[in-house]
């Protein structure tokens, strides 16, 4: 996809254009919330205002070389996310519904096919919650979003060097933390 035409067709108004990006970006933006914030509506609300923020921005944006679309997406939902942590620190951050929701869920899967990759998914979910936030926020970049090194340095403001640097220590701190968990 050739990112400069696809600015200057949202920057004149297509709305065929406009759709079509959405529909590419929301689960991207949406998942990325959701993995760090754990509830669904909160998620959708800073997905709904990034892409606002994005839209509002986009007469004054100009793509550089080197920089795609979504990094701008992704350094717009970022900072969105923080505000929202900010806001709520400290706070209960799972609804009810989610709660009810999380604490059936196993009964309705095949307990001997699920539970090994429950636990799994499980210890890493709880040793992510256990990492520094930029630790937590690389690992889930680089591993739930598939970005690149170079993707997440740009969304960053880091040097790629410095950015492998970042993923090495964080992927040592959670390996780390599994280890402490696990003989606990």
């Known amino acids: 996809m050739d990112e ?3 600015i200057e067709r949202l920057k004149s108004g297509d709305e065929v254009a406009f759709r079509e990006f959405f529909e590419f970006y929301y689960s991207r933006i949406f998942n990325y919330a959701y993995r760090r914030i754990k509830m669904k509506e909160i998620a959708e609300d800073i997905t709904s205002e990034t892409f606002y923020k994005f839209i ?3 007469p004054s944006f100009d793509l550089k070389e080197g920089y795609h679309i979504d990094t701008w997406l992704y350094a717009i939902e970022r900072n969105l996310v923080r505000d929202w942590f900010r806001k709520n620190l400290g706070r209960e951050t799972l609804d009810l519904e989610e709660k ?3 604490a059936y869920e ?3 899967k095949d307990p001997y096919d699920s539970f090994a990759s429950e636990y799994i ?3 890493i979910s709880d040793a992510l919650e256990r990492l520094p936030g930029q630790y937590k926020e690389i690992i889930v970049m680089r591993f739930y979003e598939n970005k690149s090194i170079k993707e997440i340095a740009d969304i960053l403001g880091k040097s790629e060097d410095a950015t492998k640097v970042l ?3 964080a992927l040592k701190k959670l390996k780390d933390i599994i280890e402490e968990m696990l003989n606990e």
């Open 4 to 6: 400069r035409k696809v």
């Open 106 to 108: 196993p009964l309705l």
């Open 167 to 169: 993923q090495f220590r």
């Open 121 to 123: 998914n499980k210890t």
């Open 100 to 102: 009810f929701d999380r």
């Open 56 to 58: 509002k921005s986009l």
